[in-house]
């Protein structure tokens, strides 16, 4: 499966950002897809997935309570919208896929080429 991810852009803080990936070559629905997240000179951290199955959704709890996932697999599709955002959410954001529920970066398989959050204070 081939990830495309975008909306990033720069935002002040406190406001709102709606992130897309779309998923091309191959059945959509069959994965678990995740949000994680780069900022610079830090590692890949986990950010939230939803699950193929019943569309629940976890959040790391940094970005609980303001950042929502959600998917529409009639479009290929899953999305990140965040709310209220901080400078510390400054980041390369990415999709990714996995075969199976779980938020380790080393299990999932197929990413996102990553779009660029800026929040300014």
């Known amino acids: 499966v081939q990830l495309q991810a975008s909306g990033g852009g720069l935002v002040q803080a406190g406001g709102s950002l709606r992130l897309s990936c779309a998923a091309s070559g191959h059945t959509f629905n069959i994965y678990h897809m995740g949000w994680f997240r780069q900022a610079p000179g830090k590692e890949r951290e986990f950010v939230g997935r939803i699950s193929r199955d019943d569309g629940s959704t976890y959040l790391a709890d940094s970005v609980q309570g303001r950042f929502t996932i959600s998917r529409d697999n009639a479009k290929d599709t899953v999305y990140l919208q965040m709310d209220s955002l901080k400078p510390e959410d400054t980041a390369v954001y990415f999709c990714?896929?996995?075969?199976?529920?779980?938020?380790?970066?080393?299990?999932?398989?197929?990413w996102g080429q990553g779009t660029l959050v800026t929040v300014s204070s």
């Open positions: 990714a896929a996995s075969d199976y529920v779980n938020i380790m970066t080393r299990n999932y398989p197929y």
